[in-house]
């Protein structure tokens, strides 16, 4: 044991011996050597960069559980999206440059998005729900993996044309069943609403309880029938694409979230021309719009940072031997190296394959620090 005990130590001592006299070859190095190393290390940077704006694209359609990004161009975003106030409010969160990735937040699952909120567009119902044609609307089209119990609220908007006069105007819903059945007139929900004369607006009514049937017995949904009828019996609801881009009917669901955890920490942070050495996280800024992703209403653009440095002996005390490893063999993939140590979310709106409108949150993409690990 004690001859072993000997040999330990004066490994340690050579290598900490070519340590120390690389380091004073490095003091009478001429600074032509200086700025070659200053290059190599912004050529290092640029190729992480490169890598975790790649990594980025997977993780995303890794966690919305996507194979390809969806098809959808930006005139089709610009007719799909609702012209109404719950999609501007989302909206209005958002900075110039994107998610303002609060600080300290981190959610349980960092595999997958957790879903907040979705718009559904009306579509067309079956014809067998349909009597002379109509009616033309609305059919709303839900995942079964909603669960009814975490449905926080549901929120039919419907889009009214001006009315000629003040008037009181009865918003009806009416629940479709087959015409086989023996009609479709079944009145689940109704309200009055005072409007006034030459002004449309976006009205809401609840129908929390009707999608909590339909998720439970998905074969009762055919769809709902709408009319706003003022007192001259004028139907100013809004039930096709044929009065304007955006202004047809959507359902607009709130989902709970999954349990979270917070946390706050601190780390070092680096520009690009800074000097420092160490492991340190660098600014990196996402633009969706250079990937060609127009199915990303927003954020266009966020933060995300990456990591690049070098983890030295001074800074890795908990690591000895790893390091000495490491200087023998430099192209050795063990031991520990700069990566991200704390990770925070971003919030997304965005068009899904269904082209649903989802709001919802995407685990760990921001590098909230970085660390030798």
């Excluded at 979705?118 to 033309?136: H, L, N, R, W």
């Amino acid at each position: 044991m004690h001859v072993m005990q000997v040999l330990i130590s004066l490994s340690f001592m050579v290598a900490f011996g070519s340590m120390g006299l690389g380091d004073q070859t490095a003091h009478h190095q001429s600074p032509a050597t200086d700025d070659g190393e200053q290059c190599s290390t912004c050529e290092v940077r640029q190729q992480i960069k490169n890598m975790r704006l790649h990594a980025i694209k997977s993780q995303i359609l890794s966690k919305l559980r996507l194979k390809h990004a969806p098809n959808i161009s930006r005139d089709v975003v610009k007719q799909l999206l609702p012209k109404a106030p719950p999609l501007q409010k989302l909206l209005d969160q958002y900075d110039v440059l994107g998610d303002d990735n609060k600080d300290g937040v981190m959610e349980d699952d960092d595999e997958h998005a957790i879903t907040e909120t979705i718009m559904t567009m009306a579509t067309e119902p079956e014809s067998i729900v349909q009597i002379d044609g109509k009616p033309k609307c609305c059919f709303f089209s839900f995942s079964s993996k909603i669960q009814a119990n975490r449905i926080l609220r549901a929120q039919l908007w419907v889009h009214l044309q001006p009315a000629d006069e003040v008037t009181t105007v009865l918003l009806q819903i009416s629940r479709l069943i087959p015409v086989t059945d023996g009609g479709r007139n079944i009145q689940i929900r109704s309200l009055k609403i005072d409007v006034n004369a030459g002004v449309s607006s976006w009205q809401s009514i609840d129908v929390k309880q009707v999608l909590s049937v339909w998720l439970r017995q998905p074969d009762t949904n055919w769809g709902i029938e709408i009319n706003a009828l003022d007192s001259k019996g004028n139907d100013l609801a809004v039930t096709s694409t044929e009065a304007g881009e955006g202004l047809q009917p959507f359902m607009e669901v709130k989902i709970s979230e999954g349990p979270k955890r917070s946390r706050r920490d601190s780390g070092l942070d680096c520009d690009e021309n800074s000097p420092e050495s160490r492991c340190c996280r660098y600014p990196l800024t996402v633009d969706f719009e250079d990937f060609g992703w127009d199915w990303i209403i927003a954020p266009k653009r966020y933060k995300a940072n990456y990591c690049s440095g070098e983890c030295e002996y001074m800074h890795l005390q908990k690591y000895p031997h790893t390091h000495l490893v490491n200087k023998a063999n430099p192209r050795g993939t063990a031991g520990p190296c700069c990566t991200p140590t704390k990770m925070s979310p971003i919030n997304m709106l965005y068009f899904n394959r269904k082209e649903q409108i989802i709001y919802g949150k995407i685990p760990s993409m921001v590098v909230d620090r970085c660390g030798c690990s």
